[in-house]
Nanobody, 120 residues
Framework: QVQLVESGGGLVQPGGSLRLSCAAS????????MAWYRQAPGKQRDLVAR??????NYADSVKGRFTISRDNAKNTVFLQMNSLKPEDTAVYYC???????????????WGQGTQVTVSS
């Protein structure tokens, strides 16, 4: 069994910063791509940032403000969010492609989500 557990969300004023963390645990053999998505009320879930062993990519709306990084030894991905805007308000979800112990093919996993609210 594999779990993704997120932390770091909360309420912040416009222009402020937050750092999200997501740790994968369980019977993990390897972790491939890791990513952050977000979903605002009444909207679809959209990709915010993704990181692999060789690249990172970002949604245009967060380029220059958000930074994704990972600690491979701890199977953890981070999202540093600076210069936050009210339109960044959403539930943020961690996503990872994980191969479990036992030769099982890559599977897609989601965290439970963490609320980020940007408001004065």
């Amino acid at each position: 069994q594999v779990q993704l557990v997120e932390s770091g969300g909360g309420l912040v004023q416009p222009g402020g910063s937050l750092r999200l963390s997501c740790a994968a645990s369980g019977n993990i053999f390897s972790v491939s791509g890791m990513a952050w998505y977000r979903q605002a009320p009444g909207k679809q879930r959209d990709l915010v940032a993704r990181i692999t062993s060789s690249s990172t990519n970002y949604a245009d709306s967060v380029k220059g403000r958000f930074t994704i990084s990972r600690d491979n030894a701890k199977n953890t991905v981070f999202l540093q969010m600076n210069s936050l805007k009210p339109e960044d308000t959403a539930v943020y979800y961690c996503n990872a492609q994980i191969r479990r112990i036992g030769g099982i093919p890559l599977e897609n996993y989601w965290g439970q989500g963490t609320q980020v609210t940007v408001s004065s």
